[in-house]
T-cell receptor, first 109, second 121 residues
Framework: GQNIDQPTEMTATEGAIVQINCTYQTSGFNGLFWYQQHAGEAPTFLSYNVLDGLEEKGRFSSFLSRSKGYSYLLLKELQMKDSASYLCAVWDSNYQLIWGAGTKLIIKP | GAVVSQHPSWVICKSGTSVKIECRSLDFQATTMFWYRQFPKQSLMLMATSNEGSKATYEQGVEKDKFLINHASLTLSTLTVTSAHPEDSSFYIC?????????????????FGPGTRLTVL
């Protein structure tokens, strides 16, 4: 079967760095997405990785290793507004989205 | 638990025809279902929110007569794209949030379907 694993919940301190991991097992791979979702709102696109390596976008970076079926989202200089759920999703060989259950990130002052 | 399916996964149709996409919650009762549209590698755009047994709430700019949404039961919502045109070609994704309960999903969590790729020729 296809599945994506990510931690259910993480807690971090304002101003710190946090890394949210995502491992996947899918039928083929056509890219991996990270979305941020605040409660009651639609998911916001953060990143799309299809090649190995690290992509940096301001305070957020996303890393992909296709051989390991592994990605992480790195958030630096955490702010209270970063408290949200972070969703990892993979496009399989048929461009079907396989979703992780999301990681709820709690930021404490 | 908390599995959401969509059917069909891929559809190609001629311009002017109507296409129906189904979204089902397989192992929980979905009180609310959401329909999104995703353009390649871009954000999910919320189209509408539907609650079981009531009319859907459409986001600004989404034509309710073109994108018909029916949420007739706690496990099924349908999106019908009427008189489809090539510009409607996109990836449509549904999500569902369910009834809170000891063995059920969290009521404030959305569970996403795998998406339906629509190509209008």
């Amino acid at each position: 079967g296809q599945n994506i694993d990510q931690p259910t919940e993480m807690t971090a301190t304002e101003g710190a760095i946090v890394q949210i991991n995502c491992t996947y097992q899918t039928s083929g791979f056509n890219g991996l997405f990270w979305y941020q979702q605040h409660a009651g709102e639609a998911p916001t696109f953060l990143s799309y990785n299809v090649l190995d390596g690290l992509e940096e976008k301001g305070r957020f970076s996303s890393f992909l290793s296709r051989s390991k079926g592994y990605s992480y989202l790195l958030l630096k200089e955490l702010q209270m507004k970063d408290s949200a759920s972070y969703l990892c999703a993979v496009w399989d060989s048929n461009y079907q989205l396989i979703w992780g259950a999301g990681t709820k990130l709690i930021i404490k002052p | 638990g908390a599995v959401v399916s969509q059917h069909p996964s891929w559809v190609i149709c001629k311009s002017g025809t109507s296409v129906k996409i189904e979204c089902r919650s397989l192992d929980f009762q979905a009180t609310t279902m959401f329909w999104y549209r995703q353009f390649p590698k871009q954000s999910l755009m919320l189209m509408a929110t539907s609650n079981e047994g009531s009319k859907a709430t459409y986001e600004q700019g989404v034509e309710k007569d073109k994108f018909l949404i029916n949420h007739a039961s706690l496990t099924l919502s349908t999106l019908t794209v009427t008189s489809a045109h090539p510009e409607d070609s996109s990836f449509y994704i549904c999500s569902a949030s369910g009834l809170a309960g000891e063995n059920g999903p969290s009521a404030d969590t959305q569970y996403f379907g795998p998406g339906t790729r629509l190509t209008v020729l």
